[in-house]
């Protein structure tokens, strides 16, 4: 069974926290901007790094994939074709949605 875990990042410093859904709210005593929280894909990329909904991919072809959650599974989605998570085995989270939005153009 994979594990549930999300990461966000800080309201106030801007930095990610890694944890489950709720302690990513207030427990902790700060607040988590919810346009940035992404969920534990379950599946790490070929250097063994956690892989979560929002990273940037980029494939042995050199194309960078955002992994996207569509359809009840996470996906790693150039324009609209779609890849399923065979590919994830062979590239490398090289970045976020969020942090490096430039890495998709």
């Given at each position: 069974?994979?594990?549930?875990?999300?990461r966000g990042?800080?309201?106030?410093?801007?930095e990610w926290e890694f944890g489950?859904?709720?302690?990513?709210?207030e427990i902790r005593g700060y607040f988590i901007d919810?346009?940035?929280?992404?969920?534990?894909?379950?599946?790490?990329?070929?250097?063994?790094?956690?892989?979560?909904e929002?990273?940037?991919?980029?494939?042995?072809?050199?194309?960078?994939?955002?992994?996207?959650?569509?359809n009840g599974e996470f996906v790693a989605n150039i324009n609209i074709v779609v890849y399923t998570k065979d590919i994830w085995n062979l590239g490398q989270v090289i970045g976020n949605c969020v942090d490096n939005p430039e890495l998709l153009k």
């Open positions: 069974m994979r594990e549930i875990k999300f990042k800080r309201v106030d410093n801007g489950y859904l709720e302690s990513l709210r919810p346009e940035t929280v992404g969920q534990f894909t379950g599946l790490k990329d070929k250097n063994g790094k956690e892989i979560y929002g990273d940037i991919i980029k494939s042995p072809r050199f194309i960078n994939y955002p992994i996207s959650y569509i």
